[in-house]
């Protein structure tokens, strides 16, 4: 197989792995961690969140029995915290194929010690995410009537409804999202089950690495096969967040019906996928003694495109409220001003303080080096986001063109519950990812370093220790 060798590094820029490493090391210390006793800070992590998942699925038998009027759900407030979170836990499953798929069609190659987690994350974001749309309905055993099949009474679902939109957005997004993750895996399960010592774990990693041996026959399926899930999943970015906020545009309700939704959505997304990213690196970096893999130069990338996407999400406010007063509209213009002013306020003001004025602090070339100051900012523009999505939603609801029906939504404990419920669930599945699962894709990550480009042997020489020829 003849495959160009990688362009020779500018001595100008950062390195993209830190440190004199060989491909000796980036196996032993990749495959090390899921190889080496579990620590007991993981099993304290997962019995916290194990809890939260524990919680969460007690809450939705409860659900189940009673129905949502365990919720703070009134007239005219019909969407809460249930589509609230559902918008958000799907923005956040867009950084990862952003890293996987775009940056590697456009030959970026500092994804490569990131992109294996923002995969993961992509997955487990997006499950989190499936659950609300099925149990929002009230009666969640008929949600078949979505599913675009035939059913026993022959009535056909409603294809101009939001509701099947999102089912087919989500159901693509996810099913491309796990096809690309684990096809990147195969060849480090293989090296993985090369140094597996018990025959269980042999036997497992043996099945899911789908026999691979690494030879050229097979990286040239491989490469070819990862270019064109790399290509499909591309435009999802772009369509999966343009379907979901065309649920609010295609109605007629102040506050959502809005043409800049779409864009503005994409670019929410993408800026909260990467604080997500952000904070699991910091927290995995830090944990995991990774800091030669995931350098300060990646962290400092993933800064720029949360500011330079922030910076979108910013111009949106300003657009929309523009275009409130622009258009002559009396309903849109009250709309705007209630949530800057109104009972709403409160969380419209964080929502614009997170979004708007934390990322600012991106300019600096100091802060984005500050490990302390990135994570704090991750984390503050991640519940930025979420109130971003609760203020649309909510507010526009609970003020509609009946002034008499106008209700202040409160949200019950089952609300809170469910929501922090959904982190659990989020954070235990990559607890078990990282636990057994390489987090870092060895075979990329050993393509960038500098021996590689150095002698431009390509792929079938970079790895033999393990059988595995590239990774």
């Not at 949502?68 to 194929?97: K, S, Y």
């Not at 614009?352 to 523009?381: E, G």
Request: aromatic fraction near 16%.
């Amino acid at each position: 197989m003849n495959i160009k060798a990688p362009d020779a590094p500018n001595k100008s820029e950062q390195p993209l792995i830190a440190g004199n490493l060989t491909f000796h090391d980036v196996t032993e210390k990749i495959s090390g961690v899921v190889e080496s006793g579990t620590p007991r800070l993981w099993y304290a992590l997962i019995s916290i969140t194990g809890l939260l998942s524990l919680m969460f699925f007690i809450m939705l038998g409860h659900l189940f029995f009673t129905g949502i009027g365990i919720w703070g759900l009134q007239i005219p407030v019909g969407w809460g915290f249930d589509i609230t979170n559902f918008v958000f836990w799907v923005g956040i499953g867009h950084a990862g194929t952003l890293i996987s798929a775009i940056l590697f069609l456009l030959r970026q190659r500092w994804r490569t010690s990131i992109n294996r987690f923002a995969e993961a994350m992509t997955i487990f974001a997006v499950i989190c995410a499936g659950i609300f749309p099925a149990i929002h309905v009230g009666r969640p055993w008929l949600l078949f009537y979505v599913f675009p099949v035939p059913n026993q009474m022959s009535i056909w679902p409603n294809f101009r409804s939001p509701l099947l939109w999102d089912f087919f957005a989500v159901g693509t997004y996810f099913t491309c999202s796990l096809l690309f993750w684990y096809l990147g895996m195969v060849p480090d399960l293989a090296t993985i089950r090369n140094r597996a010592k018990n025959r269980i774990k042999k036997i497992i990693y043996g099945i899911f690495a789908l026999g691979w041996r690494g030879g050229n026959r097979q990286w040239r399926h491989y490469e070819l096969a990862y270019l064109l899930l790399a290509g499909i999943s591309t435009p999802l970015v772009l369509s999966v967040h343009s379907v979901v906020s065309t649920d609010f545009s295609v109605s007629i309700l102040p506050g959502w019906h809005s043409t800049i939704f779409p864009p503005y959505f994409v670019a929410g997304a993408i800026f909260s996928g990467f604080a997500m990213v952000l904070t699991l690196a910091i927290i995995a970096r830090k944990v995991f003694k990774l800091d030669n893999y995931i350098t300060l130069n990646h962290l400092d990338k993933m800064n720029k495109i949360i500011l330079v996407t922030g910076l979108m999400v910013s111009y949106s406010y300003v657009v929309e409220f523009f275009m409130a007063w622009y258009s002559g509209n009396l309903y849109e213009r009250f709309t705007f001003w209630s949530r800057a002013t109104g009972p709403y306020a409160w969380a419209f003001w964080i929502m614009f303080f997170c979004n708007v004025v934390v990322p600012q602090i991106f300019w600096s070339k100091r802060f984005r080096a500050h490990i302390a100051v990135m994570f704090v900012a991750s984390i503050l523009i991640n519940v930025g986001m979420w109130f971003e999505r609760y203020v649309i939603i909510v507010s526009s609801l609970s003020q509609d063109f009946l002034p008499s029906s106008w209700q202040y939504f409160k949200p019950t404990i089952y609300d809170i519950g469910m929501l922090i419920g959904s982190f659990g669930i989020f954070l235990t599945l990559f607890l078990l990812f990282v636990r057994f699962l390489p987090m870092v894709a060895m075979s990329e990550v050993k393509a960038v370093l500098p021996q590689a480009n150095v002698h431009h042997q390509g792929p079938e020489a970079i790895e033999l220790e393990t059988g595995n020829v590239r990774g």
